[in-house]
């Protein structure tokens, strides 16, 4: 399949650590951020969201956190799997909206053995 | 698997031309947004359709328009293609909640030559 991000900005870690990759979002009216994961040939997948009202929010193996003064989200992966590898979206949902969604730049992580 | 699919896949179209994009939502899903993503970026907003009715669009010019159906499965339109229109499309659905997890298909990659 074709490659979601080209040009996007990489972050390399070895199989076992963890990853940590951030995201500045645009909109400090923004109430609702998500990350998603999206591999080559596929949408975006859902991993984790968290609300403006909350700093930090865990999933099975990721930990979103939420920095509202600096308008900075960052999403920790621990003990990075080679299936980890993607292009890794934040996207957040302004108040108010209609649930349109605004996404980041976008990072890839590439999982090395 | 989401459950969204879309269609076609793959489609090869030249300038000028007119192109039609199918999405079939998640069942019970009633919302379902259009988006594009353009190579080595995030998805862009086109526009949401809820219940039949356009109830939100992103900066993208009117050759790009849609249609829901009562079944919720969508169309994207887009008429006079530009060479800029080439992207992968994305659709999402989501449930009836303020902010439910939208889900995305796998997205028809449109070229245009």
């Known amino acids: 399949g074709e490659s979601v991000g080209l040009h996007l900005p990489t972050l390399s870690v070895q199989e076992g650590d963890n990853s940590i990759i951030n995201c500045a979002y645009s909109?400090?009216?923004?109430?609702?951020f998500i990350w998603y994961k999206q591999e080559s040939g596929k949408g975006p997948q859902f991993i984790i969201d968290i609300r403006s009202n909350m700093d930090k929010r865990q999933g099975q193996r990721v930990t979103v956190l939420l920095n509202k003064t600096v308008k900075h989200l960052s999403l920790q992966i621990a003990a990075t799997q080679p299936g980890d590898s993607a292009v890794y979206f934040c996207?957040?949902?302004?108040?108010?909206?209609?649930?349109?969604?605004?996404f980041g730049a976008g990072t890839r992580l590439a999982v090395h053995p | 698997e989401t459950g969204v699919t879309q269609s076609p896949t793959h489609l090869i179209k030249t300038r000028g031309q007119q192109v039609t994009l199918r999405c079939s939502s998640q069942?019970?899903?009633?919302?379902v947004s259009w988006y594009q993503q353009a190579l080595g970026q995030g998805p862009q907003f086109i526009f949401q359709?809820?219940?039949?009715?356009?109830?939100g669009r992103g900066n993208f010019p009117p050759r790009f328009s849609g249609l829901q159906f009562p079944n919720y499965s969508s169309e994207l339109n887009v008429n006079a293609l530009e060479l800029d229109d080439s992207a992968l499309y994305l659709c999402?659905?989501?449930?009836?909640?303020?902010?439910?997890?939208?889900?995305f298909g796998p997205g028809t990659r449109l070229t245009v030559l």
């Open positions: 999402a659905s989501k449930g009836g909640g303020a902010k439910d997890e939208q889900f």
């Open positions: 359709y809820y219940r039949e009715e356009e109830n």
């Open positions: 996207a957040e949902i302004p108040t108010g909206g209609y649930n349109k969604l605004i």
């Open positions: 069942s019970g899903h009633n919302t």
């Open positions: 909109n400090s009216a923004s109430d609702y």
